[in-house]
């Protein structure tokens, strides 16, 4: 589908020099003289590239159109994790690759969504927030200001995060997904 140079945000799929292109950044530009143009940061989806491309506002990128499935986690091996349709029951491997250090946060029938472009997985979103509880922590000192001492602390499923010197082991706490920071305690 082709859109205007004017409407690329971030976060839209772009099909742009034989490639798929996700746009990390773009700001529009509209100079005392000349055209107006937009300033878009873009990165390829296969080689993991980046690439900064400049498109007048009269110009027109081709927008892929992916489609975007749900599906629940079942679980993994060496080098897939395992998804099913919950309405058709299909399963289907993603590799391990394309769901990066996400993984660590699958856990069983775990919700997720899995963007396709041309029938191939190319994305798997989680929820923005999930529930873990702590399994290590280091005690919290005296003295020490609450704004600004956070201690180290380790998760159920092994990653290691940031969380205020009132959490201790045992307790669960929300995470949020996309930047592994601590949200709240429950």
């Not at 998804?83 to 029951?89: I, N, R, S």
């Amino acid at each position: 589908m082709k859109i205007n140079a004017s409407e690329i945000r971030v976060g839209m799929l772009l099909e742009f020099k034989n490639d798929l292109w996700q746009v990390l950044k773009t700001q529009h530009v509209k100079p005392g003289k000349g055209g107006a143009f937009a300033q878009v940061e873009m990165k390829s989806v296969g080689k993991n590239t980046k690439l900064n491309e400049r498109f007048r506002s009269s110009e027109s990128v081709e927008k892929a159109s992916v489609d975007e499935i749900t599906f629940n986690y079942l679980y993994s091996d060496e080098s897939n994790y395992i998804f099913m349709d919950p309405k058709t029951f299909n399963q289907i491997e993603v590799k391990r690759e394309i769901v990066g250090d996400k993984g660590n946060l699958l856990t069983e029938n775990l919700e997720v969504s899995i963007s396709f472009y041309n029938d191939s997985p190319i994305s798997v979103e989680l929820p923005n927030q999930l529930k873990c509880k702590i399994v290590t922590t280091d005690a919290a000192l005296k003295g020490q200001t609450v704004s600004s001492s956070y201690k180290p602390a380790i998760l159920n499923n092994g990653i290691k995060i940031q969380v205020p010197p009132f959490v201790e082991v045992g307790d669960e706490i929300i995470l949020d997904t996309r930047t592994f920071d601590y949200v709240k305690k429950i």
